[in-house]
C-alpha cells in the first residue's frame, strides 16, 4: 500500500476516522490527476491495518465497476485470502453508490465511514438506504461527515474544472 502524506496528516491523530478519512483523500487526488472522478478509498482491517487503497478508475481500466470502494474490497479480500471482511472499516471520501453499497454487504463489513452525501446517486443515505434496509441479511454501521468540507470541496472543484473545459 502506498504511503500518506504525513505533511498533510501531522496534525491528525494516528488511527482515528479524521485520519484514514485524510488517507481517502490522497487518494482521491490521485484519481482526479488522472482525470478521473475524485474519489478515494481506504479499507482498515479490525487491527486498524490498512488491507486496501484505490481512487476510481473506471476510465482507465475500461470498467464501469472500478470504482474506488470495489477495487480497495478487492485488494483487501486478497490480502486476507476470504471475500466476506468482517470487522473491517471501509472509508471513502463521497457516500457510495447502490452498486458499491451492495458490494459493502456482500463484504459483511462492521462500517463504513464516509465524508460527503451524494445526492445524485447515494445508496447510503441520499437516494437510497441499502445498509440499514431490514429485508438485507447484514448490518453496517454508518457514520458520515468525516472531513466532509474537503472531501465536498475536492469533489466540487474536479466537476467545475470538466465544466470550464467543455465550454471552451
Partial sequence: MGAPNYSVMASIEKGSDTFFMAMALEEAKKGAEKGEVPIGAILVSEEEEEIGRAHNCPIQLADPTAHAEILALRQGARRSGNYRLAGATLYVTI??????AGAIIQARLARLVFGARDPKAGGVVSLFHLLEDQRVNHRVKVSEGVLEEECRAL??????????EQEK
Fill in 95 to 100: 457516500e457510495p453508490c447502490s452498486m458499491c
Fill in 155 to 164: 469533489i466540487r472543484a474536479f466537476f467545475q474544472g470538466r465544466r470550464l
